[in-house]
T-cell receptor, first 106, second 112 residues
Framework: GIQVEQSPPDLILQEGANSTLRCNFS?????LQWFHQNPWGQLINLFY???GTKQNGRLSATTVATERYSLLYISSSQTTDSGVYFC????????FGAGTRLTVKP | DGGITQSPKYLFRKEGQNVTLSCEQN?????MYWYRQDPGQGLRLIYY???????QKGDIAEGYSVSREKKESFPLTVTSAQKNPTAFYLC???????????FGPGTRLTVT
């Protein structure tokens, strides 16, 4: 089945810093989503982005489907951005990466 | 107020007992899903349903069962055959099979 790899596994930032999270996948996909899992376990939809670029406030995402990767950019990070960020891709079924754990320090 | 609800938030059971987790949505979505999350890992698909009275196994269906008698509801039963049932269970729904998925708040199941 399709493999999904996220990097880095852990990231520690100072408040105000920018970051880039990466998601590589091993086969063509029908769709791709980015989620933020908060400390209570709730998965919050960030982007539905099978291809192209989208922006929402301080967050933006780019998926290059032909090269099988997606990037999530977080600018001017805040402590509330802390949590785990998941990439999920849909080929036959939805596959999640292992996540990037982000800690933003004040 | 549209959304996906899961109950209860925490559930404790003795080994050998079956337990049913509830998932309800009022988004009028056709497709519903169950995932399992173990500590420090991503989500894995247990079962999904594209339409009422139809469901398909995901990657880790062994030891679980589901039903889809109503569009709004997709309960998951964790049977005594599931060897390691302690986990965080998340339900999701989408307009259709390949569309954006939305998640409920999850149920943390502990079996001792």
């Amino acid at each position: 089945g399709i493999q999904v790899e996220q990097s880095p596994p852990d990231l520690i930032l100072q408040e105000g810093a920018n970051s880039t999270l990466r998601c590589n996948f091993s086969d063509s996909v029908n769709n791709l989503q980015w989620f933020h899992q908060n400390p209570w376990g709730q998965l919050i939809n960030l982007f539905y982005i099978p291809s192209g670029t989208k922006q929402n406030g301080r967050l933006s995402a780019t998926t290059v489907a032909t090269e099988r990767y997606s990037l999530l950019y977080i600018s001017s990070s805040q402590t509330t951005d802390s949590g785990v960020y998941f990439c999920a891709v849909d080929s036959n079924d939805m596959r999640f990466g292992a996540g990037t754990r982000l800690t933003v320090k004040p | 107020d549209g959304g996906i609800t899961q109950s209860p938030k925490y559930l404790f059971r003795k080994e050998g007992q079956n337990v049913t987790l509830s998932c309800e949505q009022n988004l009028n979505h056709d497709a519903m899903y169950w995932y399992r999350q173990d500590p420090g890992q991503g989500l894995r698909l247990i079962y999904y349903s594209q339409i009422v009275n139809d469901f398909q196994k995901g990657d880790i269906a062994e030891g679980y069962s589901v039903s889809r008698e109503k569009k709004e509801s997709f309960p998951l039963t964790v049977t005594s055959a599931q060897k390691n049932p302690t986990a965080f269970y998340l339900c999701a729904s989408s307009i259709g099979r390949r569309y954006e998925q939305y998640f409920g708040p999850g149920t943390r199941l502990t079996v001792t």
